[in-house]
């Protein structure tokens, strides 16, 4: 993309008084390496597993169509027009009675809409996280998480995570000598790992999180996508007001629309709205208002029935071909819903080294040490199965395994 | 609003283990003042100068419907899923040749899209200040820019403010003594004091920033809406690079969208885009390409006209009925352009307290107090008069001059 103007040189990388302006806080921000290696998987032929994209043929374009033009007829004026932080009423109350069927018992005053969960993410780090404080996450974790706190200077307690989730005995050694703020966990579908705790484990980190008064953020993007298997209780049913959950509707309508929510106690939603404020007053009016229309019109259930359906084929086609095409000594999870699977190679390979023979082999992953807050876990990369279409799940899994095949040798 | 659940007590006040864990950030959140006004301003009967709204009236919802439907048919698999940071690029593009309709000599990678211009101040204040730092605002200034920056505790240096704008030699005696990260500056109709910058103190700011090696943070949201006078340069065509500029879609299109946009050298752009990645990932893709389909049809120069003949009107109509009703001893600015008057009633006024009496005659305005970073200028008040109908402004001030007479006696 070559801009048509500047008719002479512009602001590039000259020298300004703001040179030696940038504060010590600019020092924990990076760019996600995820978002370096999107680049390169987007070059011609690459097949790439290394997003958490969606498909986006499944958007269901033709509702969003008639729900802007009902919004924008019937209630333009208020739809444009600045509007409460907390978000919209009615998305407020549908959200809250969303939540009672799961057997959350919340009213519109717990609930904060958001631009996406990696706000309330944001929020929920600038209104708890002193620097130094310790806070506990799963080993791995979802980056976006990592990145959103890293600026708040915690100390980040990173527990093991294995094929049923984060190990409650690593845990508790944890509580026991760390006083964390809180403990940050995706019980469902875990991203990076694809992994679901168990309802024991479920049982049991409710039981140390109230011997040791810890609170919790419960993080649910894709609970919702259980394409196998049986639903898990929310560890916020388990454990209720000592729990914030988070979810939203990246993953069961679209992402590109930015909007979460946040389910908390009335007086950590006031606080929340109080950061949110200063951060970018609300959430777009048109947005959230567009989405309550979608969700009236009662399409999400079936909706996001047909994306478990696609999803479940692709998980299915995906591990199906990694049966066939990966080497001895690569194992990888199973998962039940969401959208990604984990990989482990032997210890000698690293993934991050693999990328790259990867990349010249026209396939691309995630390599797994982005996601430890240790940077460990060299031997592990991620797959994303929801974005590529059956025919490429194939030929790049069958890449992926020749690439594996010659680096394990 | 009620609730139709909770089936049983829900998480309102109760004790949880979050109760002790909010950090010492939190205690620098207050809710604006101006959220607690509003609740009163919107009763019944009450006349409201006390928002900050555009007049809904004006905004053109039928180019957005055409908008929405467009994207959607055309590129709504895009619209709708994840995008970059940096912003939609098609926009970036449009905004960069806009920019330099006014001498400002941009590419798309010298903007970045924002959540309105809110986020773009809260990015900066991340971005730059560090505890303790000085930076320099008006005195009055932006109550959403002290909002969002005190969080990251600097410490605020507050320049007085008349008719003219920043008064300069208070500027330098500051310059000369506090080393500041920045200055803040609303040079075309303030909020709160619908002042404009003169173009002599424009070239004097320059010279001393120049001078000081300070940089200047320009904050423009109402640059397009002057319905008197003649256009002044911008401070960053003026002081270029040096200069980070903010405008927003909020008065010149419709603030519910939630979209302004930053100008700043290739450099600080990138720090702002790793700092906008923590905090919500992108701005709504879908929000950013219906835009770029209305600024590409081009309607932008037309709306403007016809909001700037409104705006015009209002303001006329209220400094005429001012001229009518309010007593000797009250002054008031005469703004060519924006949304905000001011006015200044004889020094024993608390316009806090007469507040109070003003909601009980019906009658709603914003003590000026509440935009002074020392909390002084307790005889001063912020009028709206973009957002009430003419026969609501004709009563309104008639009744806020029976108010002002008797507190003046």
Redesign the interface.
Known sequence: ?E??????P?????T????D??????KM????II?EILKFAQMPDVISFA????A??L?P?RE??EA??HV??TD????????MTEGY?PLK?AL??RM?KYGV??????ILL???S??AL?LLG?????PG?VIVTGKPTYL?AL??W???RPRIVGIPVDDEGMQMDALEAALKTENP??IYILPNFHNPMGVTLTLERRKKLVEL?AKY???LIEDDPYGELRFEGKDLPPIVVLH???V?YLSTFSKIL?????LGWV??????VR?L???K???????????QMITHDIVKRGILKAHTKEIKRVYGERRHLMTTSMEEHFPEGVTWTKPEGGLFMWVRTPEHINCMELLETAIENKVAFVPGTVFYPDETGLNTLRLNFSNAQPDKIIEGIARLGRVLREAIG
């Open positions: 993309m801009a048509k103007f500047p008719p002479e512009v602001m590039t990388d000259v300004t008084a703001w040179d302006k940038f504060c010590d806080r600019c921000m990076s760019s996600s978002r997003g958490g994209l969606p986006p043929e958007f374009i969003f169509e802007c033009a924008l007829k333009g004026q208020r739809a444009l027009q600045y509007s009423g109350e809250a009675e009672g018992t919340t009213g519109p005053n717990n958001t631009n996406g990696q706000q944001d600038r209104v708890f996280i002193d404080d976006g990145q959103a890293k600026v708040y703020k809180f999180a008064g810890t609170p209720r007001e000592n914030i679209a992402p590109g629309i930015r389910v908390a106690p009335e007086n950590i606080k709205v109080l950061a404020q200063g951060t970018d007053l609300h959430t777009s009016t048109l947005i």
